[in-house]
């Protein structure tokens, strides 16, 4: 039924019969809402300006990092100083930290409904040409923003939080459309034809159901409704409208899109040609990043403060033209005028919201030339080290000789294996601890004897031409790479174990290869064991989750989930004088990002492509890329 209705409303807006009538006619509608959408946001456009410039300030300078300073203390003083892979489930059975969590989520959920309430507010009052006062919009905007608080209305978060930015739709607030899947879940779903498919299906539920329910925070503003209430009309109100409604905002996302990739390409000439005489001569670069970059911050600044409002804006025009052709239309009372009748002429208005704008341009510009002076280090300049994953992992199968044979030939700098410990104290190369997935036999490294396990063909599940391969010892793998190739040789106790830690650290200096490798874990009192066992050998902690003070940990390296990694936590970690490494990353857009943060280590499966997308980032021409991806990053993602 969607596809015929959606087939439908694309063979009536393309007809070759009426083509260019129906296109003329298209062309005249899309003038239209354009002008009606910019009149929603000129009409008291210096307010618009104002009140986003100070929701931004106060959300980047105060809300947030407030929140998120309370929200770490508070669980540093319930015993979680830090979230990560290891301690995050036993921080969701505390029944403290979960409430501390909730509380946060509902905090950020707050402050994002603030910013949609306020503007709708505005757009409403400019709809029915009633000028605006800047204090009764603040206070009426977080009036009906705090009705979230009663029960009917907590889905509300979920929407915010959830719906809106996992779907990518155009309502994103500045400050929750960071929110995404983690990339190894990602990963993960795609790596199965039937989670791929479910997710594809699911997503695309939650986009329906978001622009089903997209009136649903007028309703909640302007008629006081409540979460059921306001999905039920907003579903009344764009019936018949459904498709069309996609299309204008795609096409008006598009649009903005559009101009800015036109203003920023523009800049990036400029940039472009100035940067690569400079290229040699830090001193003027220096200067020429200060003094572009606040350029860059301010159209980054403009564009940020307006996005949201234009998306609004688009959604508004659609809710009064919908309400008006149903006999729906709702005129609220004005918004109350200041009762003190303070009275403020427009060029005040004008002057203090251009210093809150220049204010935030100035913030903007400090955070990036900040975190530039922290990441244009020796990763920046080479690049970082590469590890192939579980040996060469795509040419070989996993954690064997002939993978770790396939990761020297790429020439990687690392080679990560995992290793256990079988029932009679052999230390073995293997990812799982059941090896049913490579071998077909359903046995446990832990429960069963080396010699039960040594001549199992691991290799024809991969390709039948490594039909020999077996489990290796980590002495044969140590053998193999020693002078050749660095390992990351990550542990992983089972709780069976009669010596996992003394074994393997036995094994290396037996091999005198302290210096040539690394043992890593996600299980950190392995790590402390290790600390007490070999204090000289350096450690990994290894965790698909960072958040908070996890630098402080007594560790050398980090090695963090690529979707958690961001220039400020490989800011925190170096200024410890610590390592990040970033797994697993196999796609050509991580591993861009992952050199430009300044990661100094990186995990793949693919080495040869890993090592082709750094080298060409380190050329001197891509480095003068790199530098202006740096300044323009925000603005396009």
């Not at 690569?276 to 003027?284: D, E, Q």
């Not at 025009?317 to 239309?329: G, M, V």
């Not at 036995?506 to 043992?519: E, G, N, T, Y």
């Amino acid at each position: 039924m969607i596809v015929k209705k959606f087939t439908s409303f694309l063979k009536n807006t393309y007809s070759h019969e009426k083509g260019p009538i129906i296109m003329a006619k298209k062309r005249s509608v899309i003038l239209g809402r354009t002008k009606d959408i910019l009149t929603l946001i000129q009409f008291n456009f210096l307010h618009l300006l104002f009140f986003e410039a100070i929701y931004t300030v106060v959300g980047t300078m105060i809300i947030y990092p407030g929140g998120f300073f309370l929200f770490n203390r508070i669980m540093t003083l319930l015993g979680f100083p830090y979230l990560s892979g290891s301690n995050f489930a036993q921080a969701m059975t505390n029944p403290l930290c979960l409430i501390t969590l909730l509380c946060f989520a509902f905090f950020v959920a707050f402050f994002g409904l603030l910013e949609f309430t306020t503007l709708i507010l505005i757009f409403n009052e400019s709809h029915f040409h009633r000028k605006v006062q800047l204090m009764p919009l603040c206070k009426e905007g977080f009036k009906r923003a705090v009705k979230i608080v009663k029960a009917k209305n907590f889905p509300f978060i979920v929407f915010i939080l959830l719906i809106i930015p996992l779907t990518e739709f155009s309502l994103s607030s500045n400050f929750i459309s960071e929110i995404s899947i983690p990339e190894f879940i990602m990963s993960y779903i795609m790596a199965s034809p039937l989670y791929s498919s479910g997710f594809t299906a699911v997503s695309l539920l939650l986009f329906l159901l978001s622009v089903i329910w997209i009136f649903s925070f007028h309703y909640f503003t302007l008629e006081n409704s409540n979460f059921f209430q306001a999905i039920k009309k907003s579903r009344i109100l764009i019936k018949g409208h459904f498709w069309q409604t996609i299309f204008f905002i795609l096409f008006f996302n598009f649009l903005i899109l559009m101009l800015l990739v036109i203003a920023v390409i523009a800049l990036e000439i400029i940039a472009f040609l100035i940067l690569g005489p400079l290229l040699n001569h830090p001193l003027a670069l220096s200067i020429f990043i200060a003094a572009f970059g606040f350029l860059v911050s301010g159209l980054f600044t403009i564009f940020q403060l307006l996005t949201t409002s234009l998306n609004l804006a688009v959604v508004s025009e659609f809710y009064y033209r919908y309400s008006a052709s149903a006999n729906l239309i709702v005129n609220p009372e004005p918004l109350a005028k200041d009762k003190y009748k303070i009275k403020v002429k427009q060029k005040t208005i004008l002057i203090i919201g251009i210093i809150t704008v220049l204010l935030f341009i100035a913030i903007n510009s400090f955070a990036i030339f900040n975190t530039f002076s922290e990441t244009f280090n020796d990763q920046f300049l080479s690049g970082p080290q590469i590890t192939a994953h579980r040996g060469g992992s795509n040419l070989a199968p996993e954690n064997t000789l002939a993978a770790l044979q396939k990761a020297i030939d790429e020439g990687a700098d690392y080679a990560e294996i995992d290793v256990a410990q079988t029932k009679d104290g052999i230390i073995v190369v293997s990812h799982d601890n059941n090896i049913k997935r490579i071998s077909g036999k359903d046995l446990n490294i832990w429960s069963s004897n080396y010699a039960d396990i040594k001549d199992l063909d691991i290799g024809s599940w991969f390709d039948p031409q490594f039909k020999n391969e077996h489990i290796p010892t980590l002495a044969e793998a140590v053998e193999l790479c020693q002078g050749k190739i660095l390992l990351n040789i990550e542990l992983k106790p089972t709780g069976h174990e009669a010596s996992l830690v003394e074994s393997t650290v036995a094994i290396i200096k037996q091999h005198d290869f302290s210096d040539q490798c690394v043992l890593a874990s996600l299980d950190y009192p392995t790590l402390e064991k290790v600390g007490s066992v070999a204090p000289e050998l350096k450690r990994a902690y290894i965790t698909a989750l960072a958040i908070g003070d996890i630098q402080k940990l007594p560790v050398d390296i980090y090695s963090i989930e690529s979707s958690f990694v961001t220039p400020e936590i490989v800011t925190a970690i170096h200024r410890e004088n610590k390592e990040v490494l970033a797994w697993t990353v196999d796609s050509q857009e991580s591993t861009e990002k992952m050199v430009k943060i300044g990661v100094d280590n990186i995990i793949t499966d693919d080495v040869a492509q890993t090592r082709e997308i750094v080298d060409q980032m380190i050329r001197p021409r891509e480095l003068i890329d790199r530098i202006n991806d740096y300044l323009f990053a925000d603005l396009l993602s």
